[in-house]
């Protein structure tokens, strides 16, 4: 367990690492060996990384730097094969990590997977990672919301889960493919310096690519404004969940400050990538967002846009006063969106049977 007064070497930048070893009086070449050592090789511990001399391992220690890899606390392996991590930071707060073997079942969704042939058991994993401590964003069909928001997690916080998961799950990448999804605890932009921050070490160090990873907010206009001037950047979900701002505002008590016509203006201004598109999420309420009607307006709302949509019927949890609609007017909501020509997706749910599914993460500690 580490101590407090410990300072964490995962979250530093080689840049700061360049900073870190010149202090030491090491070699400039010792801030890449460290680099590799926390994020290619993903260490636990400073005494594991070999490529240093005894010495100057002996010395980080001595100077109250530790790697700061978070603990896996708790896992509970769904049927489906989702795997929910309780993970745990050197400060007693955690959050939820959840490992899905084949993906969030919304897959990229944009065809590039079709007809390619599944090389390894993981080939299209996915980690759906935390980005604060609980959230503050109140989404009334949301488990998360019941918690509050805690705190921010820090970019070596953020790139510590996956560190953590990867190493349990012994996956590597580049060679091994790797997902992201920035959808677990928290909204990422209200955290927005320590996401970007976690997005460029895990590009540059642990050796994801930015096409894998996808984050999803549930509005914060101006970073996504922001998030669009970014030089490194995943893609990027939106989560819409209403249709219009009389019942937006409902769910989603955010819409009142940042409301539709901003939202879609903001999307419609981001500069998309070659053969990139947004997503927008919609989580499917019974008899509250469900209806054709909603349906033809979504529609309007987003027509003209390079877009497609992920349909979540809702994962239920207690204290959530929303039913789950049943599969035909899923798909009827489905039908309607594709009749218009919108490409539009059922996020299968995973790991319901263990709390692992959208909206269902708030630290059950029971299987
Ligand atoms: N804060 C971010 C990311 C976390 S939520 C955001 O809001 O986008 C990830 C997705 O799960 C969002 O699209 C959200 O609308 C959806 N979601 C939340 N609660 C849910 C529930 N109970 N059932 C199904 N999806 C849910």
Known sequence: MPQLSQSALLGLSLQELTVLVADAG???????????????????????????PQEFRRELADKGYAVGQPTIEKKFVSRDGTVRYLIGFADGQSVETVWM??????????????????????????????SQVGCAVDCQFCLTALLGVKRNLSAGEIVGQICA?????????????????????????????????????LVEGVGIAESRMTVSTAGIVPRIYDFGQEPVRTKLAISLNASNDELRSRLMPLNRKWNLEKLIATARDFPLRNRERLTFEYVLLHE?????????EVVELIRGLRAKVNLIALNPGPGIDFRTPEEERVLQFQKILVAAGVPTFIRRPRGRDIYAACGQLKRTVEG
Request: glycine residues 8%; charged residues 25%.
């Open 165 to 201: 998961v990867l190493n349990d799950q012994h996956v590597s990448p580049p060679e091994d493919r790797v997902n992201l999804v920035f959808m677990g605890m928290g909204e990422p932009f209200l955290n927005y310096d320590n996401f970007i921050k976690a997005v460029r070490l």
């Open 26 to 52: 090491q070699p400039a070449y010792r801030a890449r060996q460290l680099f590799d050592a926390l994020y290619g090789v993903r260490v636990a511990a400073t005494d594991q990384i070999s490529t240093l």
């Open 101 to 130: 073997p084949e993906g969030d079942g919304g897959e990229t969704g944009d065809g590039s997977e079709a007809g390619e042939p599944e090389r390894r058991r993981w080939d299209r994993a996915t980690i759906c990672v935390s």
């Open 288 to 296: 509250v967002n469900d209806s054709a009607q909603n349906a033809r």
